[in-house]
């Protein structure tokens, strides 16, 4: 993985950093790192922000509402694409390609607005088209070549 790559965050992704935290290994912390700093572009969406605040929510959790909230809103390098009418028709695109499930036709239709690359999502099921790979959180080998 280089900083070249462009990187769309999925749910289980954005909730494993923010739960995590310092648990991350060495590539994971050197790619947060590098989103911060401005070096490498990646990108979530408010689909992935609305499903991040279900659990939080049902369990009345505040303080994880805020934490995800602040991670999600309180980066000027990590944009959220919107769910816009193109990116809607796009899902519907990316479904009937690869019998993908909506949620997940819209997390890559959000991925390809934004110029993706590289899908970090650690749901194996998600159904890739070929102009972008998914990668695991987990197996991400950020700034190891």
Do not use: W
């Amino acid at each position: 993985m280089t900083a070249e790559e462009r990187y769309y965050l999925d749910a289980n992704t954005v909730i494993a950093i923010v739960e995590c935290g310092q648990t991350l290994n060495a590539a994971q912390h050197s790619f947060l790192a590098s989103v911060d700093a401005g070096r490498v572009f990646a990108t979530s969406s408010e689909m992935a922000l609305s499903e991040c605040l279900v659990k939080p929510f049902r369990d009345l959790d505040t303080a994880a509402i805020s934490t995800l909230l602040d991670f999600l809103n309180g980066r000027r390098t990590l944009p959220l694409v919107p769910l816009s009418r193109g990116v809607m028709i796009k899902a519907a695109q990316v479904r009937a390609a690869t019998d993908a499930k909506l949620p997940d036709a819209i997390h890559i239709a959000c991925a390809i607005d934004a110029e993706c690359t590289v899908f970090l999502s650690s749901d194996r099921r998600v159904r890739m088209p070929g102009i972008m790979r998914r990668i695991a959180f987990d197996d991400l080998e950020f700034g190891q070549e």
